[in-house]
């Protein structure tokens, strides 16, 4: 009788490793502003289909990116995507085809030399 009992506890505790396992992946997907702006607005697409998702700023709790910090992204898996940002001066740039690690300290960054690459174009 005591092992039948047992055998729902063990199912419970064997789903519970797999929710922390998918957390653990999600907690990996970050976003690394190395601008030296905020960040105002940060969205991706699947390259070459300009349809954004949603804008990954609204995950931080004063809705912004700060300069050297890091922002959790959501509903974003690792490959590759086109990120489109927007900082406090009004700067915009679009980067096409860029590679989002889920091995990595964090996902992908923005430097100052994409944000002056973009505004070459």
Not at 8 to 32: D, E, H, N, R, Y
């Amino acid at each position: 009788m005591k092992r039948n009992s047992l055998i729902p506890i063990l199912l419970l505790c064997a789903g519970s490793f797999v929710t922390a396992a998918q957390a653990q992946t999600a907690q990996t997907l970050k976003f690394w502003n190395l601008t030296t702006e905020t960040i105002t607005e940060l969205k991706l697409a699947e390259p070459g289909t300009n349809k954004w998702g949603k804008n990954q700023t609204l995950n931080d709790k004063d809705k912004t990116v700060e300069a050297d910090e890091r922002l959790k992204l959501s509903d974003v898996k690792p490959g590759t995507w086109d990120v489109s940002m927007k900082d406090k001066k009004g700067r915009t740039c679009v980067l096409r085809n860029v590679a989002l690690s889920g091995t990595e300290a964090y996902a992908f960054s923005i430097s100052e030399d994409d944000v002056k690459k973009c505004a070459r174009k």
